[in-house]
C-alpha cells in the first residue's frame, strides 16, 4: 500500500473530523501518501479528490460535521457508477480506502471492495448506533448530549406551565438515543421502535404520572417508533390530559451537529489509527469497532448480515422504573 485514500459517507456525525484525523495522520507516519475524497462515493465517481498532508488536517478535532463533505450516493448502487469511481481512484494512485460512515457506507465498501480487490477499512460513524460490529459509534455520544440538553431546557418551561411534552428524537430505527437520553433526561415514557407500546399502555403510564401530582411530563418519541412521530402520538393522547397543556418538540437535525464530546473524539481517533493500521496488516473488507473497552474488527459481511438487537434491555427495565 502507496496512497491511502479517505472518505465520508452518509449522514455526518460529530467526531468525524477527529477520525479523519487520525487516519491521515496515522497513513502519515508510516510513511503512505493520503488522498482526501470530498462527497464520499460521489466524489470517487466525480474525481473530486485532493492530497492530504498532516497540517491539512489541523484544528478539525473539535469540529462537527466532516470536512470531506459528505452525500448519500444512488449511482454508486449501480455497476456502472463503481466502475466509473473505480477507474478514478486507480487514476489517482489509490490502493486502499478508509471509509467513514453508516449502513449505506459499509454496504458499499463491501461491495466495491470485493468487486474490485481494493483494500478497505470502515470506520463506524453515525448518530443512530444502530451498526453491528460495534458497541459503540462516533457520533452517539455527542448527540445524546445534545438531546439531553434540549430535554433539560423543555424540562424547565414544562413545569413552569404543567405541560405534557412530546419530544421527537433521531435514529432512524434504532431507539438508541431515545433510551438513553429518555434515562439521562429522566423521560416519564420512551416509544422505542424495538418496542411495540400500544398508545394505550402510553395512556396508562402518564395517568400514573398524572395521579402522582407530576408538574410536568416528558415522553421521548423516537422517530422510527411505530405509532408514527411525535405529532401523531400527541394528538392521539391529548383529550385524556386535559389538566396538561400538550405540546411537540422535534428535535431534528440539531441532532447531528456541534462539537464532538471528548468520548466521541477519543474513539474516533482510536478508530482512525486502528482502521489504517489493520489495512496495512493486510486486514481488509471489515470495519473496527469498540467492545466494552478493546478496539476490534468485523469482517463487513458479518456486521451488515446480522440484525442484533442493540437496546439494552435492562435499560428499558430501569427506564419505566424511574418514571412512577
Ligand atoms: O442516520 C443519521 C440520521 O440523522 C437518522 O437519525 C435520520 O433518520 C436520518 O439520518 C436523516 O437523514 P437526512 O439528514 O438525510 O435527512
Known amino acids: 500500500i502507496t496512497r491511502i485514500g479517505v472518505f465520508t459517507s452518509g449522514g455526518d456525525s460529530p467526531g468525524m473530523n477527529a477520525a479523519i484525523r487520525a487516519a491521515v495522520r496515522t497513513a502519515i507516519y508510516k510513511g503512505k501518501k493520503v488522498t482526501g475524497i470530498y462527497h464520499g462515493y460521489q466524489g470517487m465517481i466525480d474525481n473530486s479528490m485532493f492530497d492530504m498532508d498532516s497540517p491539512s488536517v489541523s484544528s478539525i478535532i473539535q469540529q462537527g460535521g466532516t470536512i470531506l463533505k459528505t452525500a448519500r450516493c444512488m449511482e454508486f448502487k449501480t455497476v456502472e457508477g463503481r466502475a466509473k469511481a473505480y477507474e478514478n481512484v486507480k487514476a489517482a494512485g489509490i490502493d486502499a480506502l478508509v471509509a467513514i460512515g453508516g449502513d449505506g457506507t459499509f454496504t458499499g465498501a463491501e461491495i466495491f471492495s470485493r468487486e474490485y480487490d481494493i483494500p478497505m477499512m470502515c470506520i463506524p ?23 439531553i440538553e434540549a430535554i433539560d431546557k423543555i424540562r424547565d418551561t414544562a413545569a413552569s ?12 430505527d434504532s431507539g438508541c438515543i431515545a433510551l438513553n437520553a429518555g434515562i439521562a433526561g429522566g423521560a416519564e415514557a420512551i416509544l422505542l421502535p424495538e418496542k411495540d407500546t400500544a398508545i394505550e399502555e402510553l395512556i396508562d403510564m402518564l395517568s400514573q404520572g398524572a395521579d402522582s401530582n407530576k408538574s410536568s411530563m416528558i415522553v421521548i418519541v423516537a422517530e422510527g417508533d411505530k405509532n408514527g412521530g411525535a405529532t401523531d402520538v400527541a394528538k392521539r393522547v391529548k383529550e385524556k390530559f386535559d389538566n396538561f397543556d400538550t405540546k411537540v418538540s422535534i ?34 473488507r471489515a470495519t473496527v ?22 437496546l439494552n434491555e435492562d435499560l428499558v427495565e430501569i427506564a419505566k422504573i424511574m418514571a412512577i
Open 125 to 147: 460513524g453515525t448518530i443512530d448506533n444502530d451498526l453491528n460490529g460495534t458497541d459503540l459509534t462516533i457520533g452517539y455520544d455527542t448527540a445524546n448530549n445534545t438531546v
Open 289 to 310: 469497532g469498540i467492545r466494552g473497552s478493546e478496539i476490534v474488527t468485523t469482517p463487513l459481511e458479518e456486521a451488515l448480515s446480522k440484525k442484533e438487537l442493540k
Open 161 to 172: 406551565h404543567n405541560r405534557l411534552f412530546f419530544v421527537e428524537v433521531m435514529g432512524r
Open 251 to 284: 428535535l431534528g437535525h440539531l441532532q447531528r451537529g456541534g462539537s464532538p464530546s471528548s468520548a466521541d473524539r477519543v474513539l474516533a481517533t482510536r478508530m482512525g489509527y486502528y482502521a489504517v493500521n489493520e489495512l496495512l496488516k493486510g486486514n481488509s
